[in-house]
């Protein structure tokens, strides 16, 4: 059963606007048997799923045998948010939802399997945002936590280019290709985009290599996710409701990262949370990877992260 996609069914849940809803919830496990070894969960980005390690593993540069995060040493367990079509299941009726609805959904889960208490939770980009909801609602959930490239709240910022994506979303003709490429110039920069490309024009095509790079994700993205996903997570991006005096409430000791030059999360919102916690006296540390590419950088520059990250992985 490792590694397969497994199930629970959260039944009459109960949304903050007031839906009860039944939700099926699923989940991978990796590495050492579950309650035998010390648990991390990782809570996936807007795009990806629990699929963090093996051979399709989205993370899997972070998670595996002898690597960071180690599955000789930890359990790992990661949930799908409801809805983003990996398990099959997709949500109608998106607005219903608050990234807060989803990380109690991932507590419930986590009570069902009986685990109490995680070594780590991790969580990129809007998987780290669901990550500060969980511990708002549960302090003491986990002994580290580790938000990348993420924070606990919407800015105004992220909010407008939430906005673009919504607008994008609802057009007739190609919506999810072209909210992918507007996202592109949210996770890159113009320095990414500029030396990658240096105006160079496809000879075949008769268009600029990077207007191709750009067509090429966005009719990637369309052939392997789902519009009502899409509308979903940027939904989830759009109400992370995070409020400052709840973060004080939070036992784990808390490892900030973020990308100097993501125009997602900018790094200075990040700092200002750190500013935020070290002046409630909490066991708070801040980490910033340097990188030309901007927010997607946490999926790129594996040599900074993992260096960041060993240290909090020494069980």
Request: net charge negative; hydrophobic share 40%.
């Amino acid at each position: 059963m490792k590694n397969e996609l497994q199930h629970i069914n959260i039944n009459n849940f109960t949304t903050q606007n007031g839906k009860v809803l039944d939700i099926p919830l699923s989940y991978q496990l990796f590495g050492k048997e579950l309650y035998s070894a010390p648990i991390v969960l990782i809570n996936h980005a807007l795009t990806g799923n629990s699929d963090v390690a093996g051979e399709n593993g989205w993370w899997k540069s972070l998670v595996g045998e002898g690597k960071i995060i180690d599955t000789s040493q930890f359990t790992i367990i990661s949930f799908n948010i409801p809805g983003n079509g990996f398990d099959g299941f997709f949500i109608d009726t998106y607005e219903d939802f608050t990234s807060q609805d989803i990380a109690s959904v991932f507590l419930e889960g986590l009570k069902n399997l009986k685990i109490e208490k995680l070594f780590a939770l991790v969580g990129g980009s809007v998987g780290g945002s669901i990550g500060w909801e969980m511990l708002t609602l549960q302090n003491d959930l986990a002994e580290r936590f580790i938000p990348i490239a993420t924070d606990f709240k919407t800015s105004d910022w992220l909010h407008s280019q939430c906005l673009v994506q919504k607008f994008l979303l609802e057009s007739e003709e190609k919506p999810l290709e072209k909210a992918r490429v507007h996202a592109m110039l949210c996770y890159r920069t113009p320095e990414s985009l500029n030396s990658r490309f240096n105006r160079e024009i496809d000879p075949e095509k008769q268009i600029l290599k990077s207007h191709d790079w750009l067509n090429f994700h966005g009719k990637r993205l369309n052939e392997r996710f789902s519009l009502k996903a899409y509308k979903l997570v940027n939904h989830l991006l759009m109400n992370i409701s995070g409020k400052e005096n709840e973060l004080e409430n939070i036992d784990a000791e808390i490892h900030l990262v973020s990308v100097d030059s993501d125009l997602f999360y900018p790094a200075f919102e990040i700092k200002n949370t750190y500013d935020l916690l070290k002046y409630k006296n909490k066991n708070v540390h801040y980490h910033e990877i340097k990188s030309i590419h901007g927010h997607d950088a946490f999926l790129m520059e594996y040599e900074q992260l993992n260096t960041i990250l060993k240290p909090i992985f020494l069980n």
